[in-house]
């Protein structure tokens, strides 16, 4: 890397105290009043060569662009995979070259590939890298590098798991979990090359998202514009801000299981490793412990779930206000129930192993802690359509998907609260109704704020509007297909039809879950081509889409009010933005407009009968 | 670094005060780099991952189904004939802490602008972190010579022999990567950059005497990580 | 426990079916109008508070009955009879405690096709317990059974679906729970925990029959000890055969 570093020539009294840009009438210093900057401006790096400017790019809106499309490409692998195990289920005989070792690989990487590489990355990395620093009203995150290296360790990650798929045995079969003694022993396919890249490529991820996740911390809590307090951040941030704090503290347990699973593998190491008969012969291992992997591996699980879940609650709250023109009710509650439900998963985490031969007595301390948890999740729930209530709502797509995610989500907690309570779990953990609690809640729940969110900020990443018409097919297809997909898997788990089976036989339960089962492998596979609209409709909107033109949603917050839509490389021009209120202020009695952005001051809005700050 | 001049807001002591910095706006730490606030939160969740290793030590040790080895002769190194239990350890034990020492100066000299000492103070600190290292490798190969390995333990539980050499490896690990920092540093302070502000290569700040403050936070952290490992595996 | 999960699901249902009325409700109301009145309240404490302990109270009425049924579940009554269930991959077989009422002790790492329960030949305990090297289970009607778990190799479950109980075998310890078979009949045992390519395969058979059919099977099954002297007895036959040939 040659390229010199540009001096920025912004000087810094450019921002000190005399505020207010083009401020018109008579601005009152007082009520306009913003503490000076504190912090010396950013000194960016400005790639010159295509390489530093698209690929080995510092600048963090490529870099979450770059995010995006490969969790995008993970997650389109992950959508493959799950048609092949559907068509299996629902006709067993129809694909003769899905054996059953090959139904547990998939299984396998469409759950991992799903959680981690997808969604996780999707959210933190994509949305997380284009956002943060626009909404917080930062140039760029603090450290560009770490944050470029960040995304190419996570693409390696990608190549190293994409790789398992070729090598002899293939990919893991171990389920997404991963439990020991299973995982690494002979009985389960790819128990060689295909469990150690898996290992591999997991640690990759943990580091190079510690290295992306420190940056997201470090620009919101430091590097916030002027004006701009931790209570006048979109909820987005909060999401974003509070799932990575999860992860940091999260992901070491990953790691160290992956650590001690590999030695395990690899120098017969007995960490994880009982004694152990195969094949007529007492196996090398002796006097580890299994359920401590699995204590491990939940430790980092359930926070991973909300890792995935808060920043779609963030999102979907500032989608909700700006397409109801009605500010998201109780903002303070929304902050303290996203930090404690954050808080709270640390505490939780023994609820995925209820049967797992843990100490009994464990499961009233987990019982409780994980009910508690569907308090503050509940308030939020309200909160979103109290929003609702008595708003102006604008029934695009945005909102549609805003609007099914409420409806999936309360579905889907709901369901946890079956699987929470202890008793209730036993008879259906590891059957057809955790597979639909946790699509509801993890999979398309959070799918439907990443598919509005992309109808929201489509416009503003590249200048265009999606087509609306379009985008309501899509929305239908999706929902209902997810619905029928989803739905009848209850009713498969009630009548006790256990998870991660190959096929059922001539079991007493398939004559009611032959039929079902057809029906579900049909409505996936329909989603799933459904979601070709949605591409079409990015691909042709790229080139034909209506022009977004400056902050087409009337929104207040800070992205949509750059001064270059789409915003350039350091965001802000010549000037760091000041901010004056929360980017809620939508129908302030008394305002001319049904918005007030939050770079207005006070002075230019006198009437306004503004309550929050 | 104490009295942060920040234009326009107060820094007001104990609780109070700092309630008010996390409502105020742009930064919640008040006059802290960057570059610092990311060590600490790095070493936060460094921190669950050591926790993670000794607790599964803990878990390990407590149900293994042979009895766990007696430490103190395990680890005991022999004088002339006489076998002195912790001895090799102890000695490792103080040259960290000593560096821990050195480093600390070296922070203090670094922000008097003495550039010199400081230098001199971090390769202390270096060399210090290299001994450690050094009598890591002694003491492994010691115990490979008597036969201990990751997945067999003559003296009794095979845990023993995984565990001690996987934290212990981690930690040495941690140390060494110090080591190689220490070393650029100590080159980067003689070499002046902290006077002239030269920029840091993954920043977009300017450089300055903060840096080796950030570097001795890793650094006593790797110390105080060794304090616990030392407690849990040859103390009890 | 069926209760618990009717109860929770007609609340479920209950609070699932107002949330989305409620939604529809106000789209049909609120939908886009220029110029509508909009309300602008961005807190509400009384609503805030009162919807919180409306939760609250909800997830109590919940989780209080489950707490109990699953204190039930994991205290064991007096009187039930004990069986351990072995897993391997893939398949189950049995022991019963015999006339003692004692299982003894057993190991994996003793496993030999002659002591294919890893039996530890010290034991006194173990020589009357009953050895059943088959998938099919025989229970009583009416009697609490605990199951105790071993596994083998890796991680095994025991379901029943329509016991509702299950728990997971776990190799190197051993694992519990009880239920109380009340219905004669043949019910299907699926492995409930994922242990490899077999584990949709890992079928068993649970009959559940009346006193005296259950004592006259109980009477055909093997001890430890009858397994011992058969095998000497084949060791003497073999060894006579081989002294004959020479
Ligand atoms: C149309 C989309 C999807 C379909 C049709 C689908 C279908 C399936 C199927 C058939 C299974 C295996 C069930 C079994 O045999 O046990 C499964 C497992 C799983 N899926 Fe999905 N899925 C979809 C999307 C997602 C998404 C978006 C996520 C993200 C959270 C996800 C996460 C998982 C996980 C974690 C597992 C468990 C894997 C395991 O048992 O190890 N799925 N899915
Ligand atoms: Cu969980
Ligand atoms: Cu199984």
Redesign the pocket.
């Known amino acids: 890397m040659s390229d010199e570093y540009n001096q920025q020539n912004t000087p810094l009294e450019a921002q000190s105290s005399e505020t207010m840009s083009g401020s018109s009438g008579t601005p009152s210093k007082d009520i306009d009043y913003v503490r000076p900057a504190e912090i010396p401006e950013q000194d960016l790096y400005h790639g010159h060569s295509f390489i530093t400017k698209w690929v080995f790019c510092q600048d963090a809106k490529i870099i979450g662009v770059q995010y995006f499309l490969t969790a995008v490409f993970t997650g389109v692998v992950?959508?493959i995979l799950?048609w092949l195990?559907?068509l299996q289920?629902g006709y067993p005989e129809l694909v003769p070259f899905i054996t059953a070792e090959h139904y547990y690989q998939f299984?396998?990487m469409?759950?991992m590939i799903?959680?981690v590489y997808?969604?996780t990355a999707l959210f933190l990395g994509g949305f997380g890298n284009y956002l943060i620093p626009l909404m917080v009203g930062a140039r760029d995150m603090v450290f560009p590098y770490v944050n470029m290296i960040s995304f190419w360790m996570f693409f390696i990650a990608v190549c190293v798991l994409m790789a398992s798929f070729f090598v002899p045995g293939g990919p893991t079969g171990a389920?997404?979990?991963l439990y020991p003694p299973q995982a690494i022993l002979p009985g389960t396919p790819g128990a060689n090359m295909g469990i150690i890249l898996m290992l591999i490529s997991l640690s990759l991820f943990v580091i190079g998202f510690t290295m992306g996740g420190l940056n997201y911390i470090i620009t919101i809590l430091q590097a916030r514009t002027r004006g701009m307090t931790l209570m006048r951040m979109p909820l987005t941030i909060w999401g974003i801000f509070t799932a990575t704090a999860l992860a940091m503290l999260a992901f070491p347990a990953l790691l160290v299981s992956c650590i001690m699973m590999t030695l395990d593998k690899l120098l017969e190491t007995s960490f994880f490793m009982p004694s152990i008969l195969q094949a007529g012969e007492v196996l090398s291992y002796e006097g580890g412990s299994p359920v401590l992997f699995q204590h491990l591996f939940w430790f980092f699980g359930h926070p991973e779930v909300y890792i995935?879940a808060l920043p779609a609650f963030g999102i979907v709250s500032d989608l909700i206000s700006v397409h109801a023109r009605k500010n998201i009710f109780g903002y303070r509650m929304m902050v303290w129930a996203i930090v404690g439900i954050g808080g709270l998963s640390f505490f939780v985490w023994a609820h995925h192993m209820y049967v797992s031969g843990m100490n009994p007595w464990f499961g009233f301390f987990f019982a409780t802690t994980t009910l508690i948890i569907a308090v503050p999740t509940a308030l939020k729930v309200y909160n979103w359509i109290i929003t609702l209530f008595k708003a102006n709502i604008r029934m695009n797509t945005v909102m549609l998907f805003c609007l099914g995610f409420i409806v999936t989500f309360v579905n889907g907690g709901i369901t946890g609260i079956f699987l929470g309570n202890v008793a209730v779990d036993i008879p259906l953990s590891d059957t057809y109704f955790v597979?639909a609690h946790?699509?509801m809640v993890?999979?398309?729940a959070p799918?439907m704020v990443i598919m509005g969110a992309v109808y929201h900020w489509f416009p503003l990443v590249t200048g265009r509007m999606l087509s609306e018409k379009l985008g309501k097919w899509h929305f239908w297809f999706t929902f209902l297909g997810?619905y029928s997909?989803y739905f009848p898997m209850h009713y498969l788990g009630f009548i006790g039809v256990p998870?991660?089976?190959f096929e059922m036989y001539d079991s007493p339960y398939v004559t009611s879950a032959v039929g079902m089962n057809e029906f579900i492998t049909l409505a996936?596979l329909i989603?799933?081509f459904s979601q070709l609209i949605f591409i079409y409709n990015i691909v042709t909107s790229l080139k034909i889409g209506k022009p977004a033109g400056k902050n087409p949603w009337k929104a207040n917050s800070l992205e949509w009010l750059t001064p270059d839509v789409p915003p350039t490389h350091g965001n802000w021009g010549e000037k760091l933005p000041v901010i004056y209120r929360w980017p809620y202020d939508f129908n302030v009695p008394g305002a001319k407009e049904d918005y007030i952005t939050q770079t207005t001051p006070p002075s230019e809005v006198i009437n306004a009968e503004v309550e929050k700050t | 670094m104490s009295d942060v001049k920040i234009e326009g807001f107060e820094l007001k002591p104990g609780f109070k005060g700092m309630a008010e910095d996390t409502g105020s706006d742009q930064t919640m730490f008040k006059g802290v780099q960057w570059g610092k606030v990311m060590m600490w939160i790095f070493l936060l969740s460094d921190t669950f991952v050591f926790s993670c290793f000794l607790i599964s030590y803990m878990k390990g040790r407590a149900s293994t189904v042979v009895d766990w080895p007696n430490t103190s002769e395990v680890f005991s190194l022999h004088v002339g004939s006489v076998p002195v239990p912790l001895l090799l350890i102890a000695i490792m034990t103080f040259v960290l802490i000593t560096s821990s020492g050195t480093m600390a100066l070296a922070v203090k000299y670094g922000y008097e602008k003495n550039r010199k000492m400081c230098g001199w103070l971090i390769l202390a600190t270096a060399i210090g972190g290299l001994t450690f290292v050094g009598m890591q490798v002694f003491e492994w190969s010691k115990l490979i010579h008597e036969g201990v390995r990751p997945w067999e333990n003559p003296f009794g539980a095979k845990q023993f022999g995984s565990y001690f050499f996987m934290i212990t490896g981690f930690h040495g690990f941690h140390v060494s990567i110090g080591v190689i920092f220490l070393f650029i540093y100590a080159y980067k302070t003689f070499a002046g950059h902290f006077d002239k502000e030269k920029r840091g290569w993954f920043t977009t700040m300017k450089g300055g005497y903060v840096e080796i403050e950030i570097l001795g936070l890793y650094w006593h952290f790797v110390d105080l990580v060794w304090v616990f490992i030392f407690a849990f595996f040859y103390l009890w | 426990m069926d209760d618990t999960i009717n109860l929770t699901f007609w609340i479920g249902g209950g609070v699932f079916i107002l949330v989305c009325l409620f939604m529809v409700y106000c789209i049909l109301k609120f939908s886009y109008k220029e110029g509508r009145k909009v309300e602008y309240k961005p807190e509400d404490h009384k609503l805030e508070k009162i919807l919180t302990i409306a939760t609250t109270v909800g997830v109590i009425a919940l989780l209080a009955p489950g707490l109990i049924v699953y204190n039930n579940y994991i205290n064991t009554p007096k009187n039930a009879l004990q069986v351990e269930v072995n897993a391997w991959q893939w398949g189950w077989q049995y022991r019963l405690p015999g006339e003692d009422g004692i299982l003894g002790t057993a190991q994996v790492a003793k496993i030999t096709d002659d002591n294919p329960f890893g039996m530890n030949l010290d034991d006194p305990n173990g020589k009357d317990d009953i050895l059943i090297q088959d998938d099919v289970l025989h229970l009583k009607t009416d009697r609490p059974v605990k199951i105790l778990l071993r596994s083998l190799d890796v991680l095994h479950n025991y379901y029943v679906p329509q016991f509702r109980a299950k728990m997971d075998a776990i190799p190197g310890i051993i694992s519990y729970y009880w239920f109380e078979p009340n219905k004669i009949g043949e019910y299907e045992v699926l492995c409930a925990e994922y242990c490899g390519v077999g584990h949709y395969a890992m079928r068993a058979k649970v009959i559940v029959e009346n006193e005296d059919n259950y004592e006259n099977w109980i009477k055909e099954q093997e001890t430890f000890s009858d397994l011992i002297a058969k095998q000497e007895n084949n060791k003497l036959k073999t060894t006579l055969v081989a002294q004959n040939n020479d």
Request: charge should be positive; aromatic fraction near 12%; hydrophobic fraction near 60%.
């Open positions: 992950g959508l799950s195990m559907r289920l299984v396998t469409h759950g799903m959680v997808f969604l389920g997404w979990t995935v597979i946790f699509h993890m999979g398309i799918l997810a997909i998870r991660r089976y996936a989603v799933g």
